[in-house]
């Protein structure tokens, strides 16, 4: 029996070892007492407090900026008292008096008996993603002031398209995370010009990229005009699966509008071709050469019959 103590007691520590070796901080609070149970040292070097100073969530809470702190305590409880995981993002107060963008994310236990016994989590340090955020919102701002906005759609244009592009690509190659674009083209838009003349062609236009801009559900989702007949969608941090799912959108949306099409050799209705790529960028990856490829599915579209997708990466 001793001998499996000491196994038992020698994984808690290998555990505990990985556990405070990574940069997310562990913790565990006991829900009757709403005392914490544990809090990795890590928190000292992110926020200067004292691995012994974090006792009870009274010490969570009141290390939270004022404008976070009633919304992100009322949303936790209840979530936690529903027994739900869940996450969230808040300003913590450094014992500096500086604050650090903090995203906790939650794991509620039960017990036996369906009831909540503790809640255990991780605090990560998301303090450069809203940098990156902050950086695009005055991205955004630009646009707005210096016109980097279509004059005939009312999204983006390809000035724009470029710099967030750019800077997308850098935050991808920092992070590790996927980044995707969709390359977006209206099938035979030169006859429908041809055919309801270009007034009409023009009110197309705008109904094709309002309805494509609500496919773009993120707050970091970018849709801009390409060019012509052709419009661009930049998806930060999601996968080709994911990518794929929010080209169908595009297509169901651009249905939905419903655009009369007789000149169309596809379909009565108006459709739209896509190309998809999505990758991990490194140091070796260029943008000119990952903008080819994803054009290069767009011409397989085309080519393949039109109003479809076609994806990856060679």
């Known amino acids: 029996m001793t001998d499996i103590r000491r196994e038992i007691e020698k994984d808690s520590a290998v555990y505990k070892t990985l556990l405070e070796s990574t940069k997310a901080?562990?913790?565990?609070?006991?829900?009757?007492?709403?005392?914490?149970?544990?809090i990795g040292p890590q928190i000292e070097a992110l926020l200067g407090w004292t691995q012994d100073s974090w006792i009870s969530v009274n010490d969570w809470s009141d290390r939270m900026h004022p404008e976070d702190r009633e919304w992100v305590v009322n949303f936790c409880v209840s979530q936690s008292q529903s027994g739900i995981d869940h996450e969230a993002d808040y300003r913590a107060l450094t014992?500096?008096?500086?604050?650090?963008?903090?995203?906790?994310?939650?794991?509620?236990?039960?017990?036996?008996?369906?009831?909540?016994?503790?809640?255990?989590?991780?605090?990560?340090?998301?303090s450069e993603r809203k940098q990156t955020e902050e950086k695009l919102l005055s991205l955004q701002k630009e646009l707005e002031e210096l016109s980097f906005k279509d004059?005939?759609?009312?999204?983006?244009?390809?000035?724009?398209f470029d710099s967030i592009l750019q800077l997308e690509w850098t935050n991808a190659r920092r992070t590790g995370q996927p980044l995707s674009v969709i390359m977006i083209d209206i099938d035979y838009f030169k006859q429908y010009n041809d055919h309801?003349?270009?007034l009409k062609g023009d009110d197309c236009l705008k109904r094709v990229a309002k309805a494509l801009n609500a496919a773009a559900a993120r707050s970091r989702d970018f849709l801009a005009r390409y060019g012509g007949e052709e419009f661009v969608l930049v998806l930060p941090e999601t996968d080709a699966v994911a990518a794929e799912r929010v080209a169908e959108r595009c297509r169901n949306l651009v249905f939905k509008e419903q655009i009369a099409h007789n000149a169309s050799d596809v379909s009565q209705i108006l459709t739209i071709s896509m190309g998809l790529g999505t990758l991990v960028p490194s140091q070796k990856d260029e943008t000119r050469a990952f903008m080819d490829?994803?054009?290069?599915?767009?011409?397989?579209?085309?080519?393949?019959?039109?109003?479809?997708?076609?994806?990856?990466?060679?």
């Open 25 to 38: 901080i562990p913790w565990k609070i006991d829900w009757a007492s709403m005392q914490f149970a544990y």
């Open 95 to 126: 014992s500096d008096g500086n604050y650090v963008w903090i995203r906790d994310v939650v794991h509620v236990v039960r017990n036996d008996d369906g009831e909540v016994e503790a809640l255990i989590g991780f605090m990560f340090d998301i």
């Open 151 to 160: 004059g005939l759609t009312g999204v983006a244009n390809r000035r724009m």
């Open 196 to 198: 309801y003349g270009h």
């Open 293 to 314: 490829a994803v054009d290069r599915n767009l011409y397989l579209a085309k080519q393949g019959g039109r109003n479809r997708l076609v994806s990856g990466l060679d």
